[in-house]
């Protein structure tokens, strides 16, 4: 059976299609015959409680609740899945399918002079569907939504409130409401459900090409997405490789450096040229490292733990970490914080990665000085982004620029940008790309803005304790 | 006492430099080029009591080896008169041909309890996390600051002495003179803090603290792994109006910090808990 599942018949759009069809079709005539026959059975049969219809029924139960617990036992032991579990469920309930539609099918067939062919095919039918149907359970269960959920495909890419969307919905409720009015079951108009039947399949066939559009643009995009991915974790082990073949000649460049600089040289070029190497170095050093964390970080290859993290607090500690380097620079930080203390869900180590990057930019290039502000408070959410959370915590830091910006505040954050382009300074011009990735991580996010010289950062938390 | 490093690396210019430094603080150093020639020097020093049931497994390395580089085995490259010198220390590189650090420290692990430095070009956490788990006793990364190396090697031995590594076969920790004297004296690693001299000392060299910078430390450290926030620390030790207290407080650990740590980036007793407090670690 799971073979079954994954054979291209099953797989390829055209069962799909075909399933939905003849399954919409075989399930108006069900509803027409189970009214109609229930109708007749009440008239006629009452006394003969015992029929097909308890017993299928009865399977059908069983099956559910075989299903449910095979779903239970199957999240016990994940890695044997799809194969142990769901074979005989599935069995049992196409099993039961298949009979309830025969029996419902005796019963009320009997008036339908065309009843054997329909009963054929609601059997047919039925399978497809059951197999369709388990398979996007399945799937669903297993998190690959986008390729095989294509109901909420569709409401996805048709909402009920875009005219597409709206327009099938009138077409399908439409379609449900004629039936009950004018089929109510009890009468045996043939002829006019027949056309309602029709009706019904050219508005089936729609929805499936719909569907099938989605799902080809959807398997598109995905492909695409696993393309990148790849591409994305080839790069970040590239940079991790090379990074780890660059320390080793650098170690020995640097220390070599720190030998020459311990021997007592007379000659002053030299010691300016030693200083310079010096200096490049250690640069070289900051850059890989940077290099690295923004490759992880951008990729999500890091590991994101959130606890609680008191803001205040932290912008505190960061503040005294900072605080001679600030006075160094003659920047005067002016901390704006509530009187109560705002906790946030946050990881700390990457937290404070994110504040040293921000504050690393602040000694860097602040306008020495000037006034630095930072405030936390509430803000709205959705003034920042396209989000549509109410209040949420806020970090913001704001600083005079000591070279004119050219460059916008998106821009800024993008990986290897210095806002003057001189790149003349020591950083590696990814600190601000990695605090957004991190922040990214974090759920929150991270804004850039400029007016002038005026530089400004906004960190906002969307996971954090009222 | 007169204490031998082994250092290991298969960059012969960083052995060179560890060299350097090292003989230049009047240590002694002995040089390996890969996994398996620092173990078997390891190994040299006693062999009565190894008792080493890999050695076959060894003999099978040592052939692969051979088999593979097409070269001969190596011989020890030790005579053995100099085998019975015990090493004191082992410097390991992590990325090395023949047998890679963690494995050599693996196998060290088995016959002896000499610290290990791991000094390796793997910066991220996970590889720290591992070689501090596979009997490594410190991991430095490179490229690393030589007097940051100087001094963790220094606290290494200085451990390995204090627990009476030293005489083999003595499982016994040597006597030794900072036993705590009094009930107000507290200890944590080689940090020690003397309530009634109003004194801290780090490996017996007193360090000057300010008023305010003792009496915070003497709360953390009377109250070893317990977090404070520093909202805590402020109303225990200040007597003064609070007046933007996280970073009035994060201020003074700094300083705390830059007088009593190797690296004050990188902590070992004074450990920042981000975005919650500070607390001391007690270490053995």
């Known amino acids: 059976m799971s073979k079954l599942l994954s054979s291209r018949f099953i797989q390829s759009r055209i069962t799909t299609i075909v399933s939905l069809v003849v399954g919409y079709l075989a399930s108006v005539s069900v509803v027409q015959q189970i009214s109609w026959g229930f109708y007749q059975y009440v008239q006629n049969h009452f006394w003969l409680p015992y029929g097909w219809l308890p017993l299928s029924l009865l399977l059908l139960m069983a099956a559910i609740l075989v299903f449910a617990a095979s779903i239970r036992a199957a999240d016990a032991a994940t890695s044997q899945r799809l194969q142990t579990v769901d074979t005989p469920t599935l069995a049992i309930i196409t099993l039961s399918f298949v009979l309830l539609s025969f029996s419902i099918d005796r019963q009320g067939g009997l008036s339908f002079y065309w009843s054997p062919v329909l009963m054929l095919f609601t059997m047919v039918t039925y399978l497809a569907f059951m197999l369709t149907f388990a398979a996007l359970v399945l799937q669903l269960r297993d998190r690959h939504l986008r390729t095989s959920a294509y109901v909420i495909q569709y409401l996805r890419v048709f909402p009920m409130n875009s005219l597409p969307g709206a327009l099938m919905a009138a077409v399908v409720i439409g379609n449900l409401a004629l039936l009950l009015i004018f089929n109510p079951g009890l009468s045996n108009r043939v002829d006019q459900s027949i056309m309602l039947q029709l009706l019904s399949a050219i508005t089936v066939l729609a929805m499936s090409l719909f569907c099938s559009h989605t799902l080809s643009l959807e398997e598109q995009y995905e492909r695409a997405h696993v393309d990148k991915i790849q591409a994305e974790r080839f790069k970040t082990e590239l940079i991790t490789n090379v990074s780890h073949d660059i320390r080793t000649p650098l170690t020995s460049i640097i220390n070599y450096i720190g030998l020459i600089k311990a021997l007592s040289i007379e000659d002053a070029t030299l010691n300016e040229y030693v200083e310079v190497l010096d200096n490049k170095s250690n640069r070289l050093k900051v850059l890989i490292d940077d290099l690295m964390e923004a490759s992880k970080a951008s990729t999500g290859n890091i590991s994101v733990n959130l606890e609680e993290i008191d803001l205040t607090e932290i912008v505190g500690q960061i503040a005294g970490e900072f605080d001679e380097r600030l006075e160094e620079r003659s920047l005067t930080l002016v901390l704006n914080q509530p009187e109560h203390h705002i906790v946030v869900h946050a990881d700390s180590r990457h937290l404070w990665r994110v504040l040293e990057n921000l504050f690393g930019n602040i000694v860097k290039y602040a306008l020495p000085g000037t006034r630095v502000f930072a405030e936390i408070t509430l803000h709205d959410s959705s003034l920042l982004s396209s989000s549509t959370a109410a209040l949420c915590p806020v970090l913001i830091l704001r600083n005079t620029s000591e070279t004119p910006l050219e460059l916008s505040g998106d821009a800024l954050t993008d990986q290897f940008i210095q806002g003057d382009r001189s790149r003349q300074t020591e950083g590696s011009g990814l600190g601000l790309y990695i605090a957004k990735s991190l922040m990214d991580m974090m759920e929150g996010s991270l804004t850039v803005r400029t007016y002038g010289d005026l530089f400004e950062v906004v960190l906002a938390f969307n996971r954090w304790r009222a | ?284």
């Not at chain 2, 240590?27 to 890999?54: H, K, W």
């Not at chain 2, 085995?73 to 053995?80: E, K, M, R, T």
């Open chain 2, 1 to 284: 006492m007169n204490y031998t490093i082994l250092i290991c690396d298969d960059d012969k210019d960083i052995l060179a430099v560890l060299e350097t430094y090292l003989t230049q603080e009047g240590y002694q150093v002995e040089r390996a080029e890969n996994g398996l020639q620092a173990v078997e020097r390891i190994q040299a020093i006693r062999p009565e009591l190894t008792g080493y049931s890999d050695y076959e497994e060894l003999a099978v390395i040592e052939q692969d080896v051979a088999s593979k580089q097409d070269v001969r085995v190596q011989q020890p490259a030790y005579p053995s008169e100099t085998a019975a010198t015990p090493i004191h220390l082992v410097i390991l590189d992590i990325m090395m041909p023949v047998l890679d650090g963690i494995q050599a420290a693996v196998r060290i692990r088995q016959t002896s309890n000499v610290p290990i430095i791991f000094l390796s070009a793997k910066a991220e956490d996970t590889d720290r996390i591992l070689g501090l788990n596979m009997g490594g006793d410190d991991y430095i990364t490179k490229p690393f600051n030589p007097l940051e190396l100087l001094a963790r090697v220094k606290a290494a031995l200085r451990r390995y002495a204090r627990l009476g590594g030293m005489q083999p076969g003595s499982d016994q920790p040597a006597d030794h003179a900072e036993q705590p004297a009094s009930a107000n004296t507290y200890q944590t690693g080689d940090l020690v803090l003397n309530d009634d001299l109003k004194r801290v000392t780090l490996d017996d060299q007193e360090v000057t603290l300010t008023a305010l910078e003792y009496n915070i430390l003497r709360l953390l450290m009377t109250n070893m792994e317990r977090v404070f926030t520093s909202t805590q620390i402020y109303e225990t030790v200040w007597d003064e109006p609070a007046f933007q207290v996280p970073k009035t407080v994060s201020v003074h650990i700094r300083h705390i910090r830059e007088k009593i740590e190797i690296n004050p980036k990188e902590p070992q007793y004074l450990k920042v808990i981000y975005g919650l407090g500070y607390k001391v670690v007690k270490l053995s």
